[in-house]
T-cell receptor, first 108, second 118 residues
Framework: DAKTTQPTSMDCAEGRAANLPCNHS???????VYWYRQIHSQGPQYIIH???NNETNEMASLIITEDRKSSTLILPHATLRDTAVYYC?????????FGTGTRLQVFP | GAVVSQHPSWVICKSGTSVKIECRSL??????MFWYRQFPKQSLMLMAT?????????EQGVEKDKFLINHASLTLSTLTVTSAHPEDSSFYIC??????????????FGPGTRLLVL
């Protein structure tokens, strides 16, 4: 499975958009990009996933570059409850392999 | 939809005893379930993959005789930590996925079980 690279931490003001980048330059054609987040002391929460096209749901938007080597998760209006560790994972086989993720801190 | 529960949410036990953790998919049939472990300030580490009705597949370095996994039905998997020791104290998390159309659907995670071995 392809490896991902994410910034260690990011800050975002409440009400502003949070843009979380992820590099996955070795991604293969049939591998999906998944995003999960983990709020302290809880199990990971599924956010969104995509293959080639941009995706949007009630939680976030996922923008995947045309060459699929990177993607950006967008939380359009961050709230304090969005403070969490965000994981970008490339899924090829059936196993999710978690990296260190990005710790997003939303401040008032 | 896509709710996964775990029981218990936390457990304290004495060294040498065994602890069983249950993972249930509440509103879908989970053909595959996964067990993870997370130590403080670290990321999740996959321990094993279990498919309903077959033996679990363990990741390298995970002792299958110590961490017994049973996936007897499409909605229930159990992890038993046998002869637990203080170094087994950790946050144990399960996830479940449904097989549909020949490929695996999105994995959904349980809330986790915090184990403290004294």
């Amino acid at each position: 499975d392809a490896k991902t690279t994410q910034p260690t931490s990011m800050d975002c003001a409440e009400g502003r958009a949070a843009n979380l980048p992820c590099n996955h330059s070795t991604i293969s054609g049939n591998e999906y990009v998944y995003w999960y987040r983990q709020i302290h002391s809880q199990g990971p929460q599924y956010i969104i996933h995509g293959l080639k096209n941009n995706e949007t749901n009630e939680m976030a938007s996922l923008i995947i570059t045309e060459d699929r080597k990177s993607s950006t998760l967008i939380l359009p209006h961050a709230t304090l409850r969005d403070t969490a560790v965000y994981y970008c994972i490339v899924l090829g086989t059936d196993k999710l392999i978690f990296g260190t993720g990005t710790r997003l801190q939303v401040f008032p | 939809g896509a709710v996964v529960s775990q029981h218990p949410s936390w457990v304290i036990c004495k060294s040498g005893t065994s602890v069983k953790i249950e993972c249930r998919s509440l509103d879908f049939q989970a053909t595959t379930m996964f067990w993870y472990r997370q130590f403080p300030k670290q990321s999740l580490m996959l321990m094993a993959t279990s498919n309903e009705g077959s033996k679990a597949t363990y990741e390298q370095g995970v002792e299958k005789d110590k961490f017994l996994i049973n996936h007897a039905s499409l909605t229930l998997s159990t992890l038993t930590v046998t002869s637990a020791h203080p170094e087994d104290s950790s946050f144990y998390i399960c996830s479940a996925a449904e097989l549909a159309g020949g490929y695996q659907e999105t994995q959904y995670f349980g809330p986790g079980t915090r184990l403290l071995v004294l």
